[in-house]
C-alpha cells in the first residue's frame, strides 16, 4: 500500500514499502512559477533528513529541495531534466525528483498527510 506524506517545506513523499519516491507539490510549482532548471542528487548519495537534495529554478526563484527523511538515493528522474516545465503540469506525478531508501521510518512521524497539509497551505 502506497501512503502520501507531506513536509512543511512543500515536499510530497509516496511511501511504498522502504522506498519513497520525493517531489515538490503543486503549491510549491504555483509559488515558483515556470520551472526552468532542475538538478538532481546522484544515485548513492546517502542524505540526511533536512539536508538539501535538489535544486529547481523558474523564473522567479531558486529554490533547494530538501530530504524529508534520511536514505540513500536509488533513482532520479531525468525527464524533468530534460523537460523542467513538467514540474508545472504534473508536479505530484510524473515529475517525481528522487527516489529513496529508507533509512529511519520514525522520521517518518513528523511529516504532515493530506489533510494537514492542506490546512497548512490554507
Not at 519513497?20 to 538532481?40: K, P, S
Not at 523537460?83 to 522520521?107: C, H, Q, R, Y
Request: net charge negative; no cysteine; charged share 25%.
Amino acid at each position: 500500500m502506497t501512503t502520501t506524506l507531506y513536509t512543511s517545506d512543500h515536499e510530497w513523499l509516496s511511501i511504498d514499502g522502504d522506498v519513497a519516491t520525493i517531489g515538490i507539490t503543486d503549491y510549491a510549482q504555483a509559488q515558483l512559477g515556470d520551472v526552468v532548471f532542475v538538478e538532481l542528487p546522484k544515485v548513492g548519495r546517502t542524505l540526511a533528513k533536512a539536508e538539501a537534495a535538489a535544486v529547481v529554478e523558474s523564473v522567479k526563484a531558486a529554490s533547494d529541495v530538501y530530504a524529508p527523511i534520511s536514505g540513500e538515493v536509488i533513482e532520479v528522474n531525468q525527464a524533468i531534466v530534460d523537460e523542467p516545465a513538467l514540474v508545472n503540469t504534473d508536479a505530484a506525478g510524473k515529475a517525481w525528483f528522487f527516489k529513496m531508501k529508507i533509512t529511519d521510518k520514525s522520521e517518518l512521524g513528523g511529516l504532515m498527510d493530506e489533510a494537514a497539509y492542506k490546512a497548512h497551505t490554507a
